[in-house]
């Protein structure tokens, strides 16, 4: 059964005091940092993606609401000519609707992680429909005929894998980057359009934007998302990471080399680049031959220090690049999941 917050919602007539309600429903959840929720503060204004929250954050969001009278500029006005609060109604109606919501076996390329993910949280960790997505995405054969069973039933684990080649616990990460957060990169940032920062920060966050590496530390060392995101040669940069890979599997040195023969096991599982290319959906950035990346920015071979865009012309280069991947991608992996569905017996 439903909370009764939920019901209260439901049961809004029209002709209620939407605040009012509003604010019974806020008194009985708890507290949280909603005055840093940049997402739920942008669904008041852009109501799209109310539909894709779970019960948790769209009763979080009724909450965020009661607290507008501390925001500048959006206030509960605001709310209800966005639409928003007819949003959360209609949401509160399908969440009763059903009697759980189950996970299905087709990916939604329109899906915001954070829909499902607590606010202010790292959906790689939190979101259980990313970890739904990759489980179904990413159990299938491997090049050597093998099937890669993913299992989500592992005690301290996110995805487990077990096999004669060994045990792997893979967990999520973001592929994609738009520096929202780094510090040196916001004169650039703050210089955008706000409509085309959020469209930016929006389209990251769907499932092409997401893969698998291992999450276990092994002999001291950093994991591999670890070392990618700290290693100032690389900056996150998942491009420069392909080429680390690409690299590792002719046998040639890159930033990293090491932390890659750390966990070389994970990568003997897909055989060759092109293996673990096609393993990963990866195609949109490599060539036809897959002998060479396709950059988001110039690559001059060396690895220079601190490879961030260095102004706002090369910045939108690099992002309407990766942008580009990440949505190629996500097309790419939904129509596996429809070929999936429609395969099944």
């Known amino acids: 059964m439903r909370s009764d917050a939920l019901r209260a919602l439901v049961e809004l007539k029209s002709s209620d005091d939407f605040l009012s309600v509003f604010l019974r429903v806020a008194s009985k959840q708890k507290t949280f940092r909603w005055d840093t929720w940049e997402f739920g503060y942008d669904?008041?204004?852009?109501?799209?993606?109310?539909?894709?929250?779970?019960?948790?954050?769209?009763?979080?969001?009724?909450?965020?609401?009661?607290?507008?009278?501390?925001?500048?500029?959006?206030?509960?006005?605001?709310?209800?000519?966005?639409?928003?609060?007819?949003?959360?109604?209609?949401?509160?109606?399908?969440?009763?609707?059903?009697?759980s919501v189950k996970f299905n076996a087709q990916v939604d390329g329109d899906y915001d992680f954070r829909a499902d993910t607590p606010p202010n949280r790292d959906p790689d960790s939190y979101s259980e429909t990313l970890r739904q997505y990759h489980k179904l995405l990413w159990s299938k054969s491997l090049p050597d005929g093998s099937i890669l069973k993913l299992s989500d039933q592992r005690s301290g684990t996110y995805l487990y894998y077990s096999s004669p080649k060994g045990e792997f616990?893979?967990?999520?990460?973001?592929?994609?980057?738009?520096?929202?957060?780094?510090?040196?990169?916001?004169?650039?940032?703050?210089?955008?359009?706000?409509?085309?920062?959020?469209?930016?920060?929006?389209?990251?966050?769907r499932i092409g934007g997401y893969s698998l590496f291992p999450g276990n530390k092994k002999d001291g060392s950093m994991t591999i998302n670890q070392a990618r995101g700290c290693n100032q040669r690389i900056v996150d940069r998942f491009d420069l990471t392909l080429e680390c890979i690409r690299r590792f599997y002719e046998g040639n040195d890159s930033p990293l080399t090491k932390t890659f023969e750390v966990y070389s096991d994970f990568f003997?599982?897909?055989?060759?680049?092109?293996?673990?290319?096609?393993?990963?959906?990866?195609q949109d950035l490599v060539d036809s031959k897959y002998s060479t990346v396709k950059f988001f920015l110039p690559f001059d071979e060396t690895f220079p220090l601190k490879p961030f865009p260095k102004d706002l012309d090369e910045y939108d280069v690099f992002i309407r690049n990766t942008l580009g991947f990440v949505l190629s991608r996500t097309k790419r992996l939904t129509n596996y999941s429809q070929e999936f569905l429609e395969s099944k017996p």
């Not at 009661?66 to 949401?91: M, R, Y």
């Not at 599982?269 to 990866?282: N, T």
């Open 268 to 282: 003997e599982l897909f055989s060759s680049f092109e293996g673990f290319v096609d393993f990963f959906a990866l």
């Open 169 to 205: 616990n893979l967990t999520s990460d973001s592929i994609s980057h738009s520096y929202h957060y780094v510090k040196r990169m916001q004169h650039i940032l703050d210089a955008l359009d706000p409509a085309w920062s959020r469209f930016i920060y929006d389209d990251l966050h």
């Open 43 to 99: 669904l008041l204004v852009h109501p799209k993606k109310i539909h894709q929250l779970n019960e948790s954050n769209l009763l979080k969001l009724v909450f965020l609401i009661t607290q507008l009278k501390n925001h500048e500029t959006i206030t509960f006005q605001t709310a209800v000519d966005s639409g928003a609060v007819q949003e959360i109604l209609d949401s509160a109606r399908r969440l009763t609707d059903v009697q």
